[in-house]
């Protein structure tokens, strides 16, 4: 199962993915596409992984969807290939999965970041949806994701001028959870997912899916959800040992990673 669009390698409990098109600016072409939903999918079946990170180049995290391969088809090419939904795929991961941008996150590239469940960017990362600039509108979730991440006026802004927001802005918005120098980025994304994949995998998985659920539904459900699921926890050794930890005063052995 070789891959030649991208790199896929473990650290400890940490599954990496590094976009690797840089004459494209890791371009997201069908093959791209392929393959980070391909190894995603492998590193959340694999019992030794936590967690994931998806991460590009200095200079482009990805400039987005492959516009030369888009360039020429047809609509019922791109509905009969229902274009862009494999990318489903990639939120149906249940493990925790970061993206750790710089340079630029554009198009397709702003929105692969978004399908990810936080966003470290770099102090040098853009942001922007400029579908807009060649004569079409995001395609991979932007105008949906992007308006209920930083809201509809911001959003409406970026996808009717294409303009780029910088990382300031971008945290400031709630796009990216924090800013980090780029020459740190990596270390840095890899130091919080391997943090997260120490903790109690059911638990972690859980706080995932009860979080996405605030997206899905009215907030009384979600509330609801949330209260269901945390009842839950309570048929786990590792709410016992956790707990236990505590009140013992020593680090938590979880059973379940
Ligand atoms: N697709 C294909 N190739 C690309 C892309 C892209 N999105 N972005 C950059 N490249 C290529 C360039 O063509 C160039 O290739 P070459 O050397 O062969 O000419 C190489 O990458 C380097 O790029 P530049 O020389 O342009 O590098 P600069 O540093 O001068 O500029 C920019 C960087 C500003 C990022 C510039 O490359 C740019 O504007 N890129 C396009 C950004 C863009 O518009 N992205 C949105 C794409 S559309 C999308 O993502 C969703 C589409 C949904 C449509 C749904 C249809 C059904």
Redesign the pocket.
């Given at each position: 199962m070789a891959y030649e669009t991208i790199l896929v390698e473990t650290r400890g409990r940490v599954g990496l993915i590094t976009l690797d098109r840089p004459?494209?600016?890791n371009?997201?072409?069908a093959q791209v596409q392929d393959e980070i939903v391909r190894a995603a999918k492998a590193f959340d079946e694999n019992a030794k992984i936590g967690a994931i990170v998806i991460t590009g180049s200095e200079?482009?995290f990805?400039?987005?969807?492959?516009?030369?391969?888009?360039q020429p088809?047809t609509y019922i090419e791109?509905y009969m290939e229902d274009?862009?939904s494999d990318w489903d795929a990639l939120t149906r991961v249940r493990k925790p999965i970061i993206a750790a941008v710089a340079g630029?996150a554009?198009?397709?590239?702003?929105?692969l970041a978004m399908m990810c469940d936080f966003i470290i960017a770099a102090d040098n990362a853009r942001f922007?949806?400029?579908?807009i600039?060649?004569g079409?509108?995001?395609?991979?979730g932007?105008s949906q994701r992007l308006t209920r991440f930083v809201g509809k006026s911001k959003a409406m802004e970026m996808c009717l001028t294409?303009r780029m927001m910088d990382a300031e802005e971008a945290e400031r918005s709630g796009l990216v959870s924090r800013i980090v120098p780029a020459g740190e980025l990596l270390e840095e994304a890899l130091k919080v997912a391997g943090k997260i994949a120490e903790f109690s995998m059911p638990a972690v998985m859980m706080t995932k899916e009860a979080v996405n659920r605030a997206y899905e539904t009215t907030l009384s459900e979600g509330v609801r959800f949330e209260r269901r699921v945390f009842h839950a926890m309570f048929a786990l050794d590792d709410q016992k040992e956790g707990m236990a930890a505590f009140s013992e005063k020593r680090t938590a052995q979880f059973k379940n990673r």
């Open positions: 004459k494209a600016l371009a997201l072409n200079k482009a990805a400039a987005g969807a492959d516009i030369k391969e888009m088809k791109t274009m862009f630029y554009l198009g397709g590239g702003c929105e922007g949806q400029p579908e600039t060649i079409v509108m995001p395609g991979m932007g294409g």
